[in-house]
């Protein structure tokens, strides 16, 4: 999956039944031309395999683990709800990581991100999905801990999200960078740099910037751009980011790089 900013098509599948869930789709997705007089599909919840009939999944159910096109399908499911994102078929150039939970029916996905296997702009996430039944449960920080935690101890790269990011990404970003800077500038009041911010977290100097401009913690003196961290003020918006999500067990990860 490669994506780009792209005029916002209408929508043409208004609902996916997955797993358990019914759920209403936000935006346009490209699938094949012979789905799009239908308004529902059926996807299946392991092999993302989508029909247009219920009985069709209940057969495929048998033998469902077995797809190859996990990657595309996971395309097509994720793009109904992002926008501004067109959709390649190359699945190859990325890696997939899926989030599930897991109970005695099995592994049920509840979101994913896709990473690049190279990227050159030092992205460290292309494209980031909580599924609706599953949001605001703290998924969605887990994954952004999970991508930016692996990047910065095991790749030891600074990192970015690639770009656009839609208003629930920025969000869920502006939240997660807030909560760690302003974790480090409690402990080092404002005696420290952008540029030993960024080595700290392996978070892009411009995202710092902007994060502590948009909480009015940055003046510009001399030519210069300087944290001014009143501790009463960090606090205030320590309180206002909310909690931070599941913790990531770091001792669990297994993890070689990509080669
Ligand atoms: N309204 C207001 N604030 C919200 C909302 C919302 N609907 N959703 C998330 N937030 C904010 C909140 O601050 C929330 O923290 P809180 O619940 O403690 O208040 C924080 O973001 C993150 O909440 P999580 O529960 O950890 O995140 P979630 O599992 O809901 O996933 C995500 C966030 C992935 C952005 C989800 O909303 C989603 O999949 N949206 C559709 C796809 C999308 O827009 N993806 C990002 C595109 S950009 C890119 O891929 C690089």
Redesign the pocket.
């Known amino acids: 999956l490669r994506e780009h900013e792209e005029f916002t098509k209408v929508k043409n599948i208004a609902k996916i039944e997955l797993g358990r869930y019914e759920i209403d789709t936000?935006y346009f997705s490209p699938f094949p031309p012979e789905y799009n007089d239908s308004s529902k599909l059926y996807f299946c919840e392991f092999c993302l395999n989508f029909m247009k009939r219920k009985e069709q999944l209940q057969r495929h159910m048998v033998d469902g683990k077995k797809n190859k096109v996990y990657g595309q399908n996971l395309c097509y499911l994720a793009k109904l709800?992002?926008d501004h994102k067109t959709l390649y078929y190359d699945v190859d150039l990325f890696l997939f990581y899926v989030l599930c939970e897991c109970d005695d029916r099995g592994c049920h996905m509840v979101?994913y991100f896709s990473k690049e296997k190279h990227s050159e702009e030092s992205y460290n996430?292309?494209?980031?999905?909580?599924l609706p039944p599953?949001?605001?449960?703290?998924?969605?920080?887990?994954?952004i801990a999970f991508s930016a935690y692996e990047l910065s101890k095991k790749e030891g790269k600074v990192g970015t999200?690639?770009?656009?990011?839609?208003?629930?990404?920025l969000?869920?970003y502006r939240?997660y960078w807030t909560r760690v800077l302003l974790d480090i500038l409690k402990k080092h009041k404002s005696n420290i740099s952008i540029k030993e911010l960024s080595d700290m977290t392996a978070i892009k100097a411009d995202d710092i910037l902007s994060t502590l401009q948009s909480l009015d913690l940055i003046q510009y003196r001399k030519g210069q751009h300087v944290i001014c961290a009143d501790p009463k003020v960090l606090d205030r918006h320590l309180k206002a980011a909310?909690?931070g999500?599941l913790e990531v067990d770091v001792s669990k990860l297994i993890w070689t790089p990509y080669k």
Do not use: N
């Not at 996430?125 to 909580?130: F, M, R």
């Not at 599953?134 to 994954?143: M, N, S």
């Not at 999200?161 to 990404?169: A, I």
């Open positions: 936000w709800f992002l979101g996430l292309a494209c980031i999905l909580t599953y949001q605001r449960k703290g998924y969605g920080k887990f994954l999200p690639e770009r656009p990011l839609s208003d629930l990404g969000l869920s939240g909310g909690r999500g």
